[in-house]
């Protein structure tokens, strides 16, 4: 199995950047699709972003697309998600994921390791 390690959260003023990391040890990213969710204060958690085991397909939720970048270095063995003009609705703990059957769903219920999240908060 993988373990997942998320990184590079903080506080970021709205229109400003941030990069997270997920690291992966155990087994290699390459084995999985890989996925981005975040759970904003009292909700749900959410669908962000994903990409299959090449990478060469990226998927996105609406709120996000064309703000966020999802991609990986299946070297270093981490995934990453590139975040530009950060809303304060951006604010959530955001998790790493990992599907073992390569579909990168949008679903949560397919994805079999999950990190820990790292918080993002983005002030007005």
């Known amino acids: 199995q993988v373990q997942l390690v998320e990184s590079g959260g903080g506080l970021v003023q709205a229109g400003g950047s941030l990069r997270l990391s997920c690291a992966a040890s155990?087994?290699?990213?390459?084995?999985?699709?890989m996925g981005w969710f975040r759970q904003p204060p009292g909700k749900e958690r959410e669908f962000v972003a994903s990409n299959k085991r090449s990478g060469s397909n990226t998927y996105y939720a609406p709120s996000v697309k064309g703000r966020f970048t999802i991609s990986r270095d299946d070297g270093k063995n981490t995934v990453y998600l590139q975040m530009n003009s950060l809303k304060p609705t951006d604010t959530a703990v955001y998790y790493c994921?990992?599907?073992?059957?390569?579909?990168?769903?949008?679903?949560?219920?397919?994805?079999?390791?999950w990190g820990q999240g790292t918080q993002v908060t983005v002030s007005s």
């Open positions: 994921a990992a599907d073992a059957s390569g579909i990168a769903s949008s679903g949560t219920q397919y994805y079999d390791y």
């Open positions: 155990g087994r290699s990213v390459s084995n999985y699709a």
